[in-house]
Nanobody
């Protein structure tokens, strides 16, 4: 099993920046891909960004392209999401997720999930 724990959420004004972190523990050797998803109140969970754990190939949702950057530090088993030019519509609970088999943007393909961290962007 892999355990994931997010941190770094908070309240920020529109146009500001935040950096989310996700610490992976347990059987991290099983991880192939890691990603960030978000879920706004009353909405479905949506893909934000993903990266392969070994090579660092990345993919982004159109809504965050050029504003958010996903990165990982394999030596420390950490995943990051640098968010800039934040907008009120970025307000959501952000989840870190990991998958052991494939590079995917589908939440149903991910095996392990963190508890989430709240990001609130005020206008």
């Amino acid at each position: 099993q892999v355990q994931l724990a997010e941190s770094g959420g908070g309240l920020v004004q529109a146009g500001g920046s935040l950096r989310l972190s996700c610490a992976a523990s347990g059987r991290t050797s099983r991880i192939y891909n890691m990603g960030w998803f978000r879920q706004a109140l009353g909405k479905e969970r949506k893909f934000v960004a993903a990266t392969t754990y070994d090579r660092g190939s990345t993919s982004y949702a159109d809504s965050v392209q050029d504003r958010f950057t996903i990165s990982r530090d394999k030596s420390k088993h950490m995943l990051f999401l640098q968010m800039t030019s934040l907008k009120p519509e970025d307000t959501a609970v952000y989840y870190c997720a990991a998958d052991g088999y494939r590079f995917s943007t589908l939440s149903t393909d991910y095996d392990w999930w963190g508890q989430g961290t709240q990001v609130t962007v005020s206008a």
